[in-house]
């Protein structure tokens, strides 16, 4: 309970010093978790090779995720330490509010909250000194009522509230507060994570001033962007500390705020998966061999069982937790050679593990960017198969990066959507017409936040099914892209390059011998028009379709994005803008 005296007498402004203490220490925690992984390991292990180096790495980013793991719990420190000191200023001014009413009056506000006067009515001669408490008068002497005993039990009863603010308040911070530990070596464990989560969960609950309803929903990224920027820091630091998944959703917020949201995200959601993981039962013997008089093998009945209560959900988590590993790959920088040493780090620009999963990594950021690529996958594409995603973009920018004559270039994959799988899914245009208005506004927030005084010069790339989503995008609503470019494109659900939205002549595309899918796809994905008796479907690589045919020098449906090939170059080329430089091919 606290007293009178106690929230009478509290500085709030030394928990808010707290508060800001720990607030610098989570910021030098990220800032050594980054230095860490983008300088000091990258150098490292860019510049020698060898099982010693390889072991020196891996304890650095061992070091890294404990950074991030501190940054992340000291971040909810500073903010219940904000959340508590708001509440109990709240609390004290209407304490010291009901203090100075009643004193204005010539009441006595006593130290243990009563409230007392002295009663010169004759009526009660041997007891003129009355108080009362907050919904708990004093006994009174004397039968006729007293005229200030109503007025004196509003104030005590104004103190009494005020009271009882700051103690559940107290009550309500302390609780979540004594959740928030770390352990004192340098590996953080799977079980600290998830237990950041319920941390975070422990926080929010208690800290009525970060609400979740005030966090944008439906919005256009130009009114995300505008919200963001009318929080203070503080607001901001307590969004992304209580709400990561929400900001690191939000279209048009800056590229560091969505990637510090969505890094924590993933690091929980990491933890949290592999510990569901290792809770499922052993995998049962599956084949049973066959007896004499039936040698035929069956499965066994432990294993249908076993497989109807577990089998999807191990699937789901194996892919989602493959996913996330190459992610966590990525700001290693594990896949470069070395020799590249200029690979920019990266940023977590949306991220879910949910159902396929969905996940936007940068290259680079494209808020500062002068170039910017978009890349969409097509069939197939998820979080379980993410890496080679990644890869392709990580091409792309070394061969952007070469063309860019020392301008900046971001490359950013964007699985932002439920592409479709396997091989009767594809048939269906419902997955690139559901997906293309979430690629509007992922591209109509890279627009919002782009930070420097020239727009940028903002390419959009598809491969495969990904075209038709790009197609379906352009269709639907305003693409808001400087470039198209369609790689092994079955069609784009319009039949000429002016009807997509771009600038006339900036529709690019490639298609590489011994890719079939364009030849297979047009039938599905292919504008139809009818030409006297007979129905034509036009795809980007028809002459009639009006794009730019780029020379290939890759075979197949996969090889666009080969290191050193001329199909790669042609599409950096297009990425920083050299149309002059783009080798041209048949079409």
């Given at each position: 309970?606290?007293?009178?005296?106690?929230?009478?007498?509290?500085?709030?402004?030394?928990?808010e010093?707290?508060?800001?203490?720990?607030?610098?220490?989570?910021?030098?925690?990220g800032?050594?978790?980054?230095?860490?992984?983008?300088?000091?390991?990258?150098?490292l292990?860019?510049a020698?090779?060898g099982?010693?180096?390889?072991?020196?790495?891996e304890?650095?980013?061992?070091?890294?995720?404990?950074c991030?793991?501190?940054?992340?719990?000291?971040?909810?420190?500073?903010t219940?330490?904000?959340?508590?000191?708001?509440?109990?200023?709240?609390?004290?001014?209407?304490?010291?509010?009901?203090?100075?009413?009643?004193?204005?009056?010539?009441?006595?506000?006593?130290?243990?909250?009563?409230?007392?006067?002295?009663?010169?009515?004759?009526?009660?001669?041997?007891?003129?000194h009355?108080?009362v408490?907050?919904?708990?008068?004093?006994?009174?002497?004397?039968?006729?009522?007293?005229?200030?005993?109503?007025?004196?039990?509003?104030?005590?009863?104004r103190?009494?509230?005020?009271?009882?603010?700051?103690?559940?308040?107290d009550?309500?911070?302390?609780?979540?507060?004594?959740r928030?530990?770390?352990?004192?070596?340098?590996?953080?464990?799977?079980?600290?994570?998830?237990?950041?989560?319920?941390?975070?969960?422990?926080?929010?609950?208690?800290?009525d001033?970060?609400?979740?309803?005030?966090?944008?929903?439906?919005?256009?990224?130009?009114?995300?962007?505008?919200?963001?920027?009318?929080?203070?820091?503080?607001?901001?630091?307590?969004?992304?500390?209580?709400?990561?998944?929400?900001?690191?959703?939000?279209?048009?917020?800056?590229?560091?705020?969505?990637?510090?949201?969505?890094?924590?995200?993933l690091?929980?959601?990491?933890?949290?998966?592999?510990?569901?993981?290792?809770?499922?039962?052993?995998e049962?013997i599956?084949?049973?061999?066959?007896r004499?008089?039936?040698p035929?093998?069956t499965r066994?009945?432990?294993?249908?069982?076993?497989?109807?209560?577990?089998?999807?959900?191990?699937?789901?988590?194996?892919?989602?937790?493959?996913?996330?590993?190459?992610i966590?790959?990525?700001?290693?920088?594990?896949?470069?050679?070395?020799?590249?040493?200029?690979?920019?780090?990266?940023?977590?620009?949306?991220?879910?593990?949910?159902?396929?999963?969905?996940?936007?990594?940068?290259?680079?950021?494209?808020?500062t960017?002068?170039?910017?690529?978009v890349?969409?996958?097509?069939?197939?594409?998820?979080?379980?198969?993410?890496?080679?995603?990644?890869?392709?973009?990580?091409?792309?920018?070394?061969?952007?990066?070469?063309?860019?004559?020392?301008?900046?270039?971001?490359?950013i994959?964007?699985?932002?959507?439920?592409?479709?799988?396997?091989?009767?899914?594809?048939?269906?245009?419902?997955?690139?017409?559901?997906?293309?208005?979430?690629?509007?506004?992922?591209?109509?927030?890279?627009?919002?936040?782009?930070?420097?005084?020239?727009?940028?010069?903002?390419?959009?790339?598809?491969?495969?099914?990904?075209?038709?989503?790009?197609?379906?995008?352009?269709?639907?609503?305003?693409?808001?892209?400087?470039?198209?470019?369609?790689?092994?494109?079955?069609?784009?659900?319009?039949?000429?390059?002016?009807?997509?939205?771009?600038?006339?002549?900036?529709?690019?595309?490639?298609?590489?011998?011994?890719?079939?899918?364009?030849?297979?796809?047009?039938?599905?994905?292919?504008?139809?028009?009818?030409?006297?008796?007979?129905?034509?479907?036009?795809?980007?690589?028809?002459?009639?379709?009006?794009?730019?045919?780029?020379?290939?020098?890759?075979d197949?449906?996969?090889?666009?994005?080969?290191?050193?090939?001329?199909?790669?170059?042609n599409?950096?080329?297009?990425?920083?803008?050299?149309?002059?430089d783009?080798?041209?091919?048949?079409?």
């Open positions: 309970m606290v007293t009178f005296d106690q929230l009478r007498d509290l500085r709030p402004a030394e928990l010093d707290a508060a800001d203490g720990w607030h610098r220490l989570s910021s030098a925690a800032t050594a978790k980054g230095r860490v992984t983008d300088e000091i390991a990258t150098r292990q860019l020698v090779t099982e010693g180096v390889d072991a020196a790495v304890r650095l980013h061992d070091l890294a995720r404990s991030h793991h501190a940054q992340v719990e000291t971040g909810l420190i500073r219940a330490l904000n959340g508590l000191a708001g509440e109990l200023r709240s609390a004290q001014k209407k304490l010291a509010d009901a203090v100075a009413d009643a004193e204005a009056e010539q009441f006595t506000v006593k130290s243990d909250g009563s409230v007392h006067w002295v009663d010169k009515d004759p009526a009660a001669p041997l007891a003129p009355q108080s408490r907050g919904s708990r008068p004093s006994m009174v002497i004397g039968s006729d009522p007293d005229p200030k005993r109503a007025k004196a039990q509003e104030y005590a009863d103190i009494g509230a005020a009271l009882s603010e700051a103690t559940e308040a009550a309500r911070y302390a609780q979540a507060l004594g928030l530990h770390a352990d004192s070596d340098l590996n953080v464990s799977d079980a600290e994570w998830v237990d950041a989560q319920r941390d975070m969960a422990a926080v929010r609950g208690a800290a001033h970060v609400p979740a309803g005030d966090i944008p929903k439906g919005k256009s990224p130009k009114e995300n962007a505008d919200w963001w920027k009318g929080l203070s820091q503080d607001e901001q630091a307590d969004y992304i500390a209580l709400h990561p998944a929400s900001v690191g959703a939000l279209d048009g917020l800056p590229a560091t705020v969505r990637d510090e949201a969505n890094r924590a995200v690091a929980e959601k990491r933890a949290d998966y592999q510990t569901q993981l290792n809770a499922i039962p052993p049962p599956k084949i049973q061999p066959g004499v008089g039936s035929i093998a066994t009945a432990e294993w249908i069982a076993w497989d109807k209560k577990w089998g999807d959900k191990r699937s789901q988590l194996e892919a989602s937790l493959k996913g996330m590993g190459d966590q790959n990525r700001f290693a920088r594990k896949d470069l050679e070395p020799g590249e040493k200029r690979f920019p780090r990266a940023y977590l620009l949306a991220f879910s593990p949910e159902g396929r999963g969905r996940a936007v990594i940068a290259n680079g950021n494209p808020d960017a002068d170039h910017t690529a890349y969409v996958p097509g069939t197939d594409a998820g979080l379980g198969n993410f890496a080679h995603d990644i890869k392709r973009m990580t091409n792309l920018w070394l061969a952007a990066n070469s063309e860019a004559d020392g301008k900046s270039v971001s490359t994959t964007w699985l932002g959507y439920d592409a479709p799988q396997g091989i009767k899914q594809p048939a269906s245009s419902e997955y690139a017409n559901n997906g293309a208005p979430h690629l509007n506004t992922f591209v109509d927030g890279i627009r919002a936040s782009h930070a420097t005084d020239s727009p940028g010069h903002l390419t959009v790339t598809g491969h495969s099914y990904g075209t038709t989503l790009v197609g379906s995008a352009a269709r639907q609503g305003d693409l808001h892209a400087d470039d198209i470019v369609t790689l092994g494109s079955p069609g784009v659900q319009v039949g000429r390059a002016t009807d997509l939205d771009v600038p006339k002549g900036h529709v690019w595309n490639e298609e590489a011998d011994g890719d079939k899918i364009p030849g297979l796809g047009r039938y599905v994905h292919g504008h139809r028009e009818q030409i006297l008796d007979t129905a034509v479907y036009i795809i980007p690589s028809d002459r009639v379709f009006g794009a730019h045919q780029m020379r290939t020098d890759t197949g449906h996969s090889g666009y994005w080969d290191t050193d090939s001329g199909s790669l170059k599409q950096a080329l297009v990425v920083v803008g050299k149309y002059g783009v080798e041209k091919g048949s079409g």
